[in-house]
Structures are given as structure tokens and as C-alpha cells.
């Protein structure tokens, strides 16, 4: 399969706990995308990468949110002391320049108890 | 900071209805207009991207079309089927930006 895949698929943890996720783009993609999806809501867009470098943060992207993108291949995002409201859906999308459509990964779902 | 609207939220049709969801987006500094669909379980795969007023798109059942003078576009699926049965998310962004999507519009279609 030569998809968008993300890893873990489901992540269940304590709060305070830190946790990281890994999204694999489709190799040739050069923009990579991490969005967070909430019950009833739409995706919300948390940050991208052109290569390596991080291009946007959103704001709700706090400082226990990081992410990376090494060699401008895989992209790691970690939560550190996570809280019950970072519960969510977070996807990882690719695409192959800007204006493309995005191709996304099936998600890693948290729920932090 | 761009806001893009879905209406309806949900929607339940009958097998063979046809049926149009909205999408509604700022029209200043436009750039580009998709539709997602998001089936249980699966990743959203895209359905169209636009970018020119006027422009109309179709693939087998669905359509849409764009106005992005007045921003909004619109998705129609013509004789539905349970398989069509998923979320449609909305997405747009002005300039080079990052999309923001919509809530989505969620359809069930009974058989």
C-alpha cells in the first residue's frame, strides 16, 4: 500500500502522560499536514511542512504540542502532559504541492482517562 | 480567519432521492474549493478540487459546482445509494494557505 499511513491507530493514556504519533506521507509528497477532528466537528488544522521545514502553527497548537518533519520524509507529532481535551481524531495528509488535493492517512484516535 | 459553513449538518434520504448539500466560504482572496468524503472507518478521500468560478465538476453520480463571486458551492448526488452514505466535508483556502474546512454534512441513505 503506498497510501498516507499513521501510526498508532488508536492511543489510550492517563493525562499527563506524553504521547507521539508518526504519519508516513506518500513518498513522492512534498507537503505534509496534521489536522485534529473533534466529535461534530470538521478537521481543524494544527500545522504543515514543505520538506523539512515547518511552514504554520495554528493557534491551537499549544507548547505540549510538537511536531517534526526529519529529511522531509515521516513526521512525528507528540503531545506531552496530555489533557482530556486533547481527545480527538488527528490526521495526517500529503499532497503533492500546494494546490493539490490532500491524501490522508486513516487517523490515530486518542483518548486520554 | 477563514470561515467555511455546511449546511445541511445532516441528512437522511431515501435510496434513489437525489440530494444537494451547501458549502459557503468567503469569496475575498480566493483560492481553492474541495470536497472531501469521509466513510466510516476510512480516511477522507477527495472528490473535486476548483478553483474557477463558474467551474462544474462530475464523477459518475456527484457533482458540484462553484460561485466564488458570491462563495459557495454546491455538491449534488443524483440517485443516492446506501453506499454514498458517509461524510462530506467542505474545505477552501485563501492564497497559498493551508485548507480549513467545514463541520461537514453528514448523509445516511436508507434503503
Known sequence: DTGVSQDPRHKIT??????????????????????????????????????EAQLEKSRLLSDRFSAER??????????????????????CASSFKG????FFGEGS???VL | ILNVEQSPQSLHVQEGDSTNFTCSF????????????????KSPEALFVMTLNGDEKKKGR?????NTKEGYSYLYIKGSQP??????????????TPLVFGKGTRLSVIA
Request: charged share 20%; proline share 4%.
Open chain 1, 14 to 51: 492517563k493525562r499527563g502522560q506524553n504521547v507521539t504519533f508518526r504519519c508516513d506521507p506518500i513518498s513522492e509528497h512534498n507537503r505534509l499536514y496534521w489536522y485534529r477532528q473533534t466529535l461534530g466537528q470538521g478537521p481543524e488544522f494544527l500545522t504543515y511542512f514543505q520538506n
Open chain 1, 109 to 111: 484516535r486518542l483518548t
Open chain 2, 62 to 66: 456527484i457533482s458540484a459546482t462553484l
Open chain 2, 26 to 41: 468567503p469569496s475575498s482572496n480566493f483560492y481553492a474549493l474541495h470536497w472531501y468524503r469521509w466513510e466510516t472507518a
Open chain 2, 83 to 96: 453506499e454514498d452514505s458517509a461524510t462530506y466535508l467542505c474545505a477552501s483556502n485563501s492564497g497559498n
Open chain 1, 70 to 91: 526529519p529529511k522531509g520524509s515521516f513526521s512525528t507529532l507528540e503531545i506531552q502532559r496530555t489533557e482530556q481535551g486533547d481527545s480527538a481524531m488527528y490526521l
Open chain 1, 99 to 102: 494546490d493539490g488535493e490532500l
